[in-house]
């Protein structure tokens, strides 16, 4: 056990030093999606009236979402990471022939996104915060995420 | 020739179709071009449902013409009847004819489909969830219900464009007004 153990620390750090793969990749920034979806799932509950406002869980997940927007995603859209190219992906071809309209849609998502930290202190700003932000996704989900 | 003029379609078969023509065309504008906050799509898709409802209902209770068990005819009735659309006549038929029949219960199952695959869909933008998604396994909701919902939406124009192009056929080619006995529920038809 503690063999292993000290085997995985060395192991660890070897692989990560290794380019990353298109299926790392992919992973990655569908990790990043499910972390927005995991803040969406309590402020979209919440902004719609199914589950009860809860102002410190409202701020801590809109302060998550600020603060993932800011991360800078590009890199895990790596070439030759569509749904052309793989099977575990819903990444469309078109985010990479039309990168600048996939980068208004970023636009938008991270200026919704900006707002969210104070809109989040009482039910009447969340609605149209929440409602706005989940247009973004819509939006972007619309041109560029396959069925 | 002489004609006479017969009741065909009852106030509720008149109002369920023009308030389904606003509602699908409501419906189906603001999904396609509608705004990424889909609550008005939401509505309208409600109203189409309910309308399909009450309709189906009616088909079972309603009048005459409006009764399934009155107007899905047999294989043989609808090859007769297919015989004689290209004559430059009018069908003369009172309710809907055997052709009509099945077009029309395959438009309200579609719209059925669609309603059902809306009220399911997890589309996972968190704010245009349907109501009934929860209560699905989340392979439904998150991937079939919409795929469904988006095909079915593309199949429901085609169906819609041919209901409507065999009305304009019926009008031009066979000389028979159809769409005024849906309006007036009156229809004037020739006696040998
Ligand atoms: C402006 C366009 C339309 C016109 C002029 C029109 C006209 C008609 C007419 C004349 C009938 C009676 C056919 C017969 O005599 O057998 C009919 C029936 C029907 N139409 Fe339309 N239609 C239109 C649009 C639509 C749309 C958009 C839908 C569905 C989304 C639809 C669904 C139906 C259904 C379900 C019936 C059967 C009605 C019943 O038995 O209750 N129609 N239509
Ligand atoms: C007969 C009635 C309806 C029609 C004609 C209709 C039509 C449409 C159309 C054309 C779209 C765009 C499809 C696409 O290109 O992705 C759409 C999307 C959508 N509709 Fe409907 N719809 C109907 C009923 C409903 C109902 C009742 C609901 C829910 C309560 C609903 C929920 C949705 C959702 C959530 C989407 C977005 C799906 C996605 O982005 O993946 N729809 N609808």
């Keep these: ?147 | 020739m002489k004609t006479r003029v017969v009741k065909v379609w009852d106030p509720v078969v008149r109002s369920f179709h023009w308030l389904l023509v606003l509602a699908f065309a409501a419906a189906w504008g603001l999904g396609e071009w509608g705004p990424n906050q889909m609550t008005w799509h939401f509505y309208f898709g409600y109203t189409v449902g309910a309308l399909v409802v009450i309709r189906l209902i009616w088909g079972f209770v309603g009048t005459r013409n409006a009764r399934f068990a009155n107007f899905l005819y047999g294989p043989g009735k609808v090859v007769d009847y297919l015989r004689h659309l290209p004559d430059r006549s009018p069908s003369n038929w009172v309710g809907h004819n055997p052709l009509g029949g099945w077009s029309v219960l395959a438009m309200l199952g579609l719209l059925i489909v669609q309603v059902v695959t809306g009220l399911t869909a997890d589309p996972k933008d968190y704010i245009n969830v349907g109501p009934l998604a929860g209560y699905v396994p989340e392979s439904f909701s998150v991937d079939l219900a919409p795929q469904i919902h988006e095909v079915v939406s593309t199949l429901l124009l085609i169906v819609v464009v041919i209901h409507i192009g065999a009305i304009v056929f019926y009008k031009r080619w066979k000389g028979e007004n159809l769409v005024k006995p849906m309006i007036t529920g009156k229809k004037e038809v020739e006696e040998e």
């Design chain 1, 1 to 147: 056990m503690r063999k292993s153990l000290l085997a995985l620390t060395f192991i660890l750090p070897a692989t990560a030093v290794l380019a990353q793969s298109p299926e790392d990749a992919v992973e990655a920034r569908q990790g990043y999606f499910e972390m927005l979806g995991a803040q969406m799932a309590v402020l979209g509950p919440m902004a719609q009236g199914k589950i009860d406002f809860d102002a410190t869980k409202a701020q801590i997940a809109a302060d998550n979402i600020a603060a993932l927007a800011k991360v800078n995603v590009a890199p895990l859209f790596m070439e030759g990471t569509s749904t052309d190219d793989m099977a575990d992906t819903k990444a469309k071809p078109e985010i990479w022939s039309n990168m600048e309209l996939f980068g208004e849609k970023a636009t938008a998502f991270h200026e919704a996104a900006a707002e969210m930290p104070a809109a989040a202190g009482s039910l009447e700003t969340l609605q149209p915060a929440v409602g706005k932000l989940g247009g973004t996704c819509k939006g972007c989900h619309d041109e560029f995420r396959a069925k």
